[in-house]
């Protein structure tokens, strides 16, 4: 379990409104990275699964990476807080299910890590640090750790 330092906090505040200022871009962004790393994955993706491509203006893959980025940023915040992760019951049942369903397995949760740390390092580009990578990751690392606990 890892707390965050005051100046982590604040790091992670100031890349998810770098990321926030041009969501339409950091979005295709994200996905790109997840299928260069997992071109299979591709299938789990109502939104890519039938294209060739990462489409630039789909509403819904604009939305999931939206959400994604938005739960690990609130990861962050709540591990200054309160030193631990917590998302209510009745949606991390929810997250928990369609994970199952699309067939996610611990790897790919490796890869959406992997492709939100290089997003957000694009997103904040001279401002990229250990410091800001080591936040990102324990906060999604705690979100994660919660979300396979429910799959279980």
Aim: proline content about 4%; cysteine-free; glycine content about 4%.
């Amino acid at each position: 379990m890892g707390a965050l330092t005051e100046r982590q906090e604040a790091l992670v505040k100031g890349s998810w409104e770098a990321f926030k200022q041009n969501i339409p871009v950091h979005s295709v962004l994200f996905y790109t990275f997840i299928l260069e790393k997992a071109p299979a994955a591709k299938g789990m993706f109502s939104f890519l699964k039938d294209s060739a491509e990462v489409p630039k203006n789909d509403p819904k893959l604009k939305a999931h990476a939206e959400k994604v980025f938005e739960m690990t940023f609130d990861s962050a915040v709540q591990l200054r807080a309160k030193g631990a992760v917590v998302v209510p019951d009745a949606t991390l049942k929810h997250l928990a299910s369609v994970h199952i369903q699309k067939g996610v397995i611990d790897p790919h949760f490796l890869v959406v890590k992997e492709a939100l740390l290089k997003t957000i390092k694009e997103a904040v580009g001279d401002k990229w640090s250990d410091e800001l990578s080591n936040a990102w990751e324990v906060a999604y690392d705690e979100l994660a750790a919660a979300l396979k606990k429910a799959m279980t």
